[in-house]
């Protein structure tokens, strides 16, 4: 990870002045004489006409000639005081002073164009007999078996000492898979790429030994050069191409890698040897990470040839947007600063915003992570920790205090209450010695004797596994001491002495039978 993180920043330390200086000043595109796809050599503009408008009727020519049965014969002659060369005594290019290097003379220099020119038109035609294409089909299936066993000597090697999400199992466990990482997506396109270059490569090998093929990937490389280098985006009085834009991109992501890079090594090798505490750590850290890529990207475009002034009237509009359209981005915005720079809450509080609970994980600059007791993360705007009311149990000292009420039967012993809460709390680890635990008689409730028994904890996030185990200890004590834990009482006071209830006919007559004395013979 690091390795590639410092070739990403390195990378864009060369990358970037050599394109900025290619963007300052674009040469004129070069012309060549070709044949078959091999460029002989290249021509210069004259007075009347451009480079490419010279070679263009010659290469067509001689591209006829060498796929047809026609003689092919160059030569030199003199017309108008220059050499020009012809082809079948027709003339297809006049060599001027422009052509000729100074130690040279013009003479001289279409003599040994003329020759370049014979030499190549013998090796077009040798290169379309039937000899030559059955001697080099072996070769090619080499060649593919090569790019073949060179694409899995790359997948091998980067198994073994560069293994990646996409190329080998993630599990560490049985039943457990490691999540994917940005750095597991980067290997694998870098193999990616690798192995597709060895196949392009292979391809290209082969479409060099015949002329058709040849051919039809020289205008396919030209016309893809063509469609990227042809400018569509004009900025600051220049204009770029689809290509430089693809570059830009580049070189940004890479900025952005290598700023993660150093901020990583901040973190790790200066700031935890500080001793400052991890949400100033944090706050630093992001800071530093945001200010490194304003100035990067600001460099960067500049040596891309971007004049900045230009940006005037976009960042003015973006302003007016960021005051209209988008206010409660920029209203989080501001609250990140703010909450980074007052640090209210910080990394590794344990907060409660409304009804959430959680411990925060991470600060940003416009919303916070907080991760529940449920391990659920969620995302928290950072205005509500300034609009709403928040509870940071970890602010200033962790120490927090739990109320646990409990209540007694009416006729218990106060003071044996009292020494049975306090015995519950003996032994209890997660309870604090100092302050040491309390007990309250609150008062006489409707049904029971109300106690409030107040501990002292550190670990305020376990408060409710907390809480839990001291109401399993203080159930087991009162139950030893014979302690009664009431239930709700009701007393009912009936004012009107005369109340008619209505019975059913059957059951009326079996209370009457059952109330009525027994009759005189019985007693008898």
Known sequence: MRLASLLALATLLVVAPLHGARAQARPEIPAFLELDGHRLFEVTASKDYSAKQRVERANRLLQEVVASKQPGKIGVRELNNLPVITLDGEVILTVTRRDTPESMAVGQQAELWRRTIASSIARGRAQRQPTYVARMIPVSVGILGLAFLLQRLLRLLWQRF??????QPLTSEPGSVRPLRGMDWLLHGVLVVLQFGV?????????????????????????????????????GGRSYSVLDAVILVALFLVLVRGVAFLTGMLRTRVLQRTGIEPGSQEAIAFILQYGLLFLGTLVLLQLWGLNLTSLALFASVLGVGVGLGLQGIAKNLISGLIIMFERP???NDFVEVGDLQGTVTRVNLRSTEVVTLDRISIIVPNAEFLESRVVNWSHGSPISRLRIPVGVAYGSDCQLVRQALLDACEGFPDILAAPPPKVFFNGFGESSLDFLLLVWINQPRRQYEIRSELNFRIEAMLRRHDLTIPFPQRDLHLRNEQIQVAFPADITDALIARLSPPPPEAEA
């Open 345 to 347: 809450i910080q990394v």
């Open 199 to 235: 196949w392009v490569a292979a391809v290209r090998v082969i479409a060099g030994f015949f002329p058709a093929t040849r051919l039809l990937i020289g205008r396919l490389f030209e016309a893809v050069t063509e469609s990227l280098g042809s400018p569509f985006l004009p900025l």
């Open 162 to 167: 560069l293994p990646s999400a996409l190329t």
